[in-house]
């Protein structure tokens, strides 16, 4: 009789302990690229992997930070025009991948607003409108047309100088989907990151036992919860349940400054020289591919509700808030 207390009671534990035991998760945080990273990794390796990951963000970070002095960008920064600059192939890759979506996105998304950002002072203490003269000469010697990229010797050459390259709209979707390259290639299957708004989810969150029992699945979708611009962070207007992919916003109340009661935004209209104007506060893309997620929130940004349409197709999802504060589902996600 005893005995079979003892039993039972080691069989109520066990079955306790099964009942809320899930694989084990491992999370680290970091600022880097300009911004907050933190990586969640699911299973018995995920402290390892998300050193890995870590490492390897680190040495993108190195490469493609038009804010570091040693980065690879830097280097064509730096660059007189008209002398070819050898650059590494992951950036030579990167670059041609951003020009060619350029064009796709008729100049919207553009990487050589860096002087104008400058101008404009975004990343600076003191931030302020340009003089619109001196910003009608800089938007003059600024634009992705004066740029060419020889692919088979890794080499970019200005046509002017003074032209600059930010990468700030496309490399965290490149990380991104780097990192999540990084963590199936060390077994893992569950994995959840964020990149200064740049989501990336792999293999769904997974369950515990009882749950796994309940249900006959191993895992459910993430739940990724779209940000009220303006709002106190975490104020969600929106939740998008995705197992696998990367969900990107580009907004304009992250980085910005106010004058004279106006918000003067980070994101630019290549055209204009000034922040993207089209009456929305953010844009939020869902995607299979990390690197055109970052891009096509950027963009779509900048076109605005009206010209968005061209791009549709390659975004499995698309919401936005206008100014508002009106939610829209441009493109609901089907899975
Ligand atoms: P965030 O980096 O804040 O997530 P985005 O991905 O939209 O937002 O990228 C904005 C950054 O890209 C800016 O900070 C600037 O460095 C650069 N940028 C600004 N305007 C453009 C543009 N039209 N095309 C490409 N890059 C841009
Ligand atoms: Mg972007």
């Given at each position: 009789?005893k005995?079979?207390k003892?039993?039972?009671?080691?069989?109520v534990l066990?079955?306790?302990f099964f009942s809320?035991?899930?694989?084990g998760s491992?999370?680290?945080t970091e600022f880097l690229?300009d911004t907050?990273?933190s990586?969640?990794?699911?299973g018995p390796?995920?402290?390892?992997?998300?050193?890995?990951?870590?490492?390897?963000l680190r040495?993108l970070?190195?490469k493609?930070?038009?804010?570091?002095?040693?980065s690879?960008?830097?280097?064509?920064?730096?660059a007189?025009a008209?002398k070819?600059?050898?650059v590494?192939p992951?950036v030579c890759n990167?670059l041609?991948?951003a020009l060619?979506?350029s064009?796709d996105?008729d100049g919207?998304?553009?990487?050589?607003?860096?002087?104008?950002s400058?101008?404009?002072g975004?990343?600076s203490e003191?931030p302020?409108?340009?003089?619109?003269?001196?910003?009608?000469a800089v938007?003059?010697?600024?634009?992705?047309?004066?740029l060419t990229?020889?692919?088979?010797t890794?080499?970019i050459?200005k046509?002017i100088?003074?032209?600059?390259i930010?990468l700030g709209?496309?490399?965290?979707g490149?990380a991104?989907?780097?990192?999540i390259r990084?963590?199936k290639?060390q077994?893992i299957?569950?994995a959840y990151?964020d990149?200064g708004g740049n989501?990336a989810v792999?293999?769904?969150?997974?369950m515990?036992?009882w749950?796994?029992l309940?249900?006959?699945?191993k895992?459910?979708?993430?739940r990724?919860?779209?940000q009220?611009?303006d709002?106190?962070?975490?104020?969600?207007?929106?939740?998008v349940?995705?197992?696998?992919?990367?969900?990107?916003?580009?907004?304009d109340y992250?980085r910005?400054?106010?004058?004279?009661?106006?918000r003067?935004?980070?994101i630019?209209?290549?055209?204009?020289g000034?922040p993207a104007d089209?009456?929305?506060k953010s844009?939020?893309v869902?995607?299979?591919?990390?690197?055109e997620?970052?891009?096509?929130?950027t963009?779509?940004?900048?076109?605005?509700?009206?010209?968005?349409e061209h791009?549709?197709?390659r975004?499995?999802a698309?919401y936005t808030?206008?100014?508002r504060?009106?939610?829209?589902?441009?493109k609901?996600?089907t899975?």
């Open positions: 009789m005995y079979a003892i039993a039972a009671g080691i069989l066990i079955l306790l809320f035991s899930k694989p491992h999370s680290e690229m907050v990273v990586v969640t990794a699911y390796h995920a402290k390892s992997s998300v050193k890995l990951v870590f490492e390897r040495e970070d190195k493609f930070n038009a804010h570091r002095v040693d690879e960008i830097s280097k064509i920064n730096n007189p008209n070819a600059i050898s590494d992951e990167l041609k991948t060619k979506f064009e996105s919207a998304f553009d990487v050589t607003m860096l002087p104008i400058n101008l404009w975004f990343t003191t302020k409108r340009p003089d619109e003269k001196e910003l009608a938007l003059l010697k600024s634009g992705r047309h004066h990229l020889d692919e088979n890794c080499s050459t046509a100088d003074g032209l600059q930010d709209a496309v490399a965290k490149y991104a989907e780097e990192a990084l963590l290639e077994g299957r569950h990151l990149l989501i792999m293999g769904g969150k997974p515990n036992v749950e796994s309940f249900t006959g699945k895992a459910r979708p993430f990724i919860g779209l009220q611009p709002a106190p962070r975490g104020t969600v207007m929106e939740t349940s995705l197992s696998d992919g990367y969900v990107v916003t580009s907004g992250e910005y400054f106010e004058e004279d009661g106006k003067y935004h980070h630019l209209n290549p055209k204009t000034y089209t009456q929305l844009v939020t869902v995607s299979d591919n990390g690197t997620a970052d891009m096509l929130s963009a779509l940004f900048v076109l605005g509700a009206d010209r968005m791009l549709q197709d975004c499995k698309i808030v206008d100014n504060m009106n939610f829209k589902t441009v609901p996600l899975e």
